[in-house]
């Protein structure tokens, strides 16, 4: 079964995790963004993940491809950190002794728009034990970053970042008990993590955010 079609199969009012409706950026101008789309945030099975690494092939040529297109370091810049995460994310899904655990955002016709790169941990203190969810990567497909290069880019969505972290600690930490998800930054993602409610840990580069209500009694 194709990927496509095993997502048309998964794709149905009564799966278990909602949707929310997504509001696009109105000030966009004619920028050929998609606005009023259902995004849908699912966890890949272990027999899928070899699919993302096809996946990831082609947002890297296309980021890569972005990058060349530009002089202005500003726009050259964050497409090698796109080039460089998707890279990070097929390597990550490849290693055989790495236990990983892969979420994927995607449109109700099936386009996938982010993906994230999970792994559970406990964080150890003398007060108590922190249990979390660690983003080791989290990239949204190249076409959807707000650049200048993209303001005429067809099909473009923007929210899935969003909505992709939203699902971790609204619901993946809420049904699995964990206190809040961890992630280190890269420069260009740093303002759009703190806009979300991120803040570093204490004396760390580690971001956090604390799931609503999941505070484990010390």
């Not at 909602?18 to 027999?47: M, R």
């Not at 449109?107 to 922190?130: G, H, L, M, R, Y």
């Not at 740093?190 to 505070?215: C, D, H, V, W």
């Amino acid at each position: 079964m194709s990927f496509i079609n095993w997502f048309a199969q998964k794709f149905n009012p009564s799966c278990a995790s909602p949707y929310a409706q997504i509001t696009y950026n109105s000030n966009a101008g004619n920028s050929g963004i998609i606005n009023n789309k259902k995004l849908k945030v699912i966890e890949l099975s272990s027999e899928k993940k070899q699919d993302v690494v096809k996946m990831m092939n082609v947002w890297t040529d296309f980021a890569n491809a972005k990058a060349s297109q530009s002089s202005l370091v500003v726009n050259t810049e964050i497409f090698k950190d796109s080039f460089n995460i998707c890279t990070w994310i097929k390597n990550s899904v490849n290693n055989s002794n790495k236990i990983c655990r892969v979420f994927v955002c995607f449109q109700e016709e099936q386009n996938i728009q982010a993906i994230a790169i999970v792994t559970n941990a406990v964080a150890s203190s003398p007060v108590k034990d922190i249990p979390y969810l660690y983003v080791d990567y989290l990239a949204t497909h190249p076409r959807n970053i707000r650049s200048a290069l993209n303001e005429k880019e067809p099909n473009r969505v923007t929210g899935a970042g969003s909505k992709l972290i939203s699902h971790l600690v609204n619901k993946v930490c809420k049904k699995e008990n964990l206190e809040e998800v961890r992630l280190q930054s890269l420069d260009s993602a740093r303002e759009f993590y703190k806009k979300m409610g991120f803040a570093n840990l204490t004396g760390q580069s580690i971001l956090f955010l604390k799931a609503p209500g999941n505070s484990v009694a010390a």
